[in-house]
Nanobody, 120 residues
Framework: QVELVESGGGSVQAGDSLRLSCAASGRTISRYVMGWFRQAPGKEREFVAQITTNGDSIYYADPVKGRFTISRDNAKNTVYLQMNSLKPEDSAVYYC?????????????WGQGTQVTVSS
């Protein structure tokens, strides 16, 4: 069992930046592909970004390419999502997840989510 706790969300203006963190406990995440999803009101949960166990490969959804950066610190059992040049359409609850494998969108464990609100 892996427990994930996201933090770092908030309310910002368009063009601002936020850094989300996902702290894991229960097991080391070093053996897992990790990543982020988001869900806006009335919409399905959508994939955002994914990172391999040692961080050597990263995969982004098209809407966030060039603006978001995923990273991980296995020593701290934490995954990060740096979000720059935020847009109102980035507003959503952001969830961290332990993926079943690379370039899959199936998640074994979810966090509780952190709200990001971007106003224009």
């Amino acid at each position: 069992q892996v427990e994930l706790v996201e933090s770092g969300g908030g309310s910002v203006q368009a063009g601002d930046s936020l850094r989300l963190s996902c702290a894991a406990s229960g097991r080391t995440i070093s053996r897992y592909v990790m990543g982020w999803f988001r869900q806006a009101p009335g919409k399905e949960r959508e994939f955002v970004a994914q990172i391999t166990t040692n961080g050597d490969s990263i995969y982004y959804a098209d809407p966030v390419k060039g603006r978001f950066t995923i990273s991980r610190d296995n020593a701290k059992n934490t995954v990060y999502l740096q979000m720059n040049s935020l847009k109102p359409e980035d507003s959503a609850v952001y969830y961290c997840g332990v993926f079943t494998g690379w370039k899959t969108h199936t998640v074994d464990y979810w966090g509780q989510g952190t709200q990001v609100t971007v106003s224009s």
